[in-house]
T-cell receptor, first 113, second 115 residues
């Protein structure tokens, strides 16, 4: 079955700098890779996703890149702001279903003022 | 419009008691998921409902856990004879259509503490 690993577990960056979080997956057939942001006391919220027919997707300060050969995808946040502080989760399709996601363990992003 | 709601937000119970957690999905969403999130961990899939189809219960950790979804809307997750290791945040999510992977909308979760 699918296995998703996420690194780092904690990332501290200076406000205004960039942050990069990386995930690797094991199933070469996986074709959908979302990133979710979870703020304290709330449920996760989708911030960006990418399907395997493209290598990069951008939405303002957020971008996701996908390397299908190496089976990894990364979240890039530029010009970080205090409100970016949260836990970020990656996910990939799991098993034989077309509805189940396997989730990374999460990255706690801390933006230092 | 209203998002996914869950109740209660917090539940403290004694070991051995039964608990019921409720989820109200977004109106019109046919897919509903339950997850468990232990402290500092990722999301552990528990159960999935899609329309009137039989639910996928493959993630339920033991037979003490069960869930139902009445009328294709509200869902209840029941944990019988709770154990301390059941302590976690239980998250519910709904999706417009579960037949293809797409955005899941999460509720705020129920924090369960078993003493």
């Amino acid at each position: 079955g699918e296995n998703v690993e996420q690194h780092p577990s904690t990332l501290s960056v200076q406000e205004g700098d960039s942050a990069v979080i990386k995930c690797t997956y094991s199933d070469s057939a996986s074709n959908y890779f979302p990133w979710y942001k979870q703020e304290l006391g709330k449920g996760p919220q989708l911030i960006i996703d990418i399907r395997s027919n493209v290598g990069e997707k951008k939405d303002q300060r957020i971008a996701v890149t996908l390397n299908k050969t190496a089976k990894h995808f990364s979240l890039h946040i530029t010009e970080t702001q205090p409100e970016d502080s949260a836990v970020y989760f990656c996910a990939a399709p799991g098993g034989d279903s077309n509805y189940q996601l396997i989730w990374g363990a999460g990255t706690k992003l801390i933006i230092k003022p | 419009g209203a998002g996914v709601s869950q109740s209660p937000s917090n539940k403290v119970t004694e070991k051995g008691k039964d608990v019921e957690l409720r989820c109200d999905p977004i109106s019109g969403h046919t897919a509903l998921y339950w997850y468990r999130q232990s402290l500092g961990q990722g999301l552990e899939f528990l159960i999935y409902f899609q329309g009137n189809s039989a639910p996928d219960k493959s993630g339920l950790p033991s037979d003490r856990f069960s869930a139902e979804r009445t009328g294709g809307s509200v869902s209840t997750l029941t944990i019988q004879r709770t154990q301390q290791e059941d302590s976690a945040v239980y998250l519910c999510a709904s999706s417009l259509d579960g037949t293809d992977l797409r955005e899941q909308f999460f509720g705020p979760g129920t924090r369960l503490t078993v003493l």
